[in-house]
């Protein structure tokens, strides 16, 4: 999409580049989010009323499969972000801290 924002009337209006092919797309439980220069797990998506093993809200993530996330800085957090909507995957390895263990 290209992303218009009108200030003067106060609309934004997102505009189609290319039709989207979510056929493929996958989804993992959770979403991250970036704060401080470290990497959390910021939500967790339900699947109906089954509890799903996996990272819990909150929890620091370390490593994405085996990268050292320790620190990221926002240029390689959208690095990261654009690269998982470019080559979805089924699985995910995620070192995770929780509390004081990891």
Same mark, same amino acid.
């Given at each position: 999409?290209?992303?218009?924002?009108?200030? =003067?009337?106060?609309?934004? =209006?997102? %505009?189609? %580049?290319?039709?989207? @092919?979510?056929?493929?797309?996958?989804?993992?439980?959770?979403?991250?989010?970036?704060? @401080?220069?470290?990497?959390? %797990?910021?939500?967790?998506?339900?699947?109906?009323?089954?509890?799903? @093993?996996?990272?819990?809200?909150?929890?620091?993530?370390?490593?994405? @499969?085996?990268?050292?996330?320790?620190?990221?800085?926002?240029?390689?957090?959208?690095?990261?972000? =654009?690269?998982?909507?470019?080559?979805?995957?089924?699985? %995910?390895?995620?070192?995770?801290?929780?509390?004081?263990? =990891?």
């Amino acid at each position: 999409y290209r992303l218009v924002i009108d200030w =003067s009337s106060g609309e934004l =209006s997102m %505009i189609p %580049i290319r039709p989207y @092919d979510n056929t493929s797309q996958k989804e993992f439980n959770f979403s991250l989010f970036l704060k @401080d220069k470290q990497v959390f %797990i910021g939500s967790l998506l339900s699947v109906g009323n089954k509890v799903v @093993d996996g990272p819990q809200l909150g929890d620091q993530v370390l490593e994405i @499969d085996g990268e050292d996330y320790r620190s990221c800085s926002g240029e390689r957090w959208c690095t990261m972000l =654009s690269r998982r909507f470019e080559n979805t995957t089924e699985e %995910i390895s995620l070192l995770v801290k929780r509390g004081d263990r =990891s």
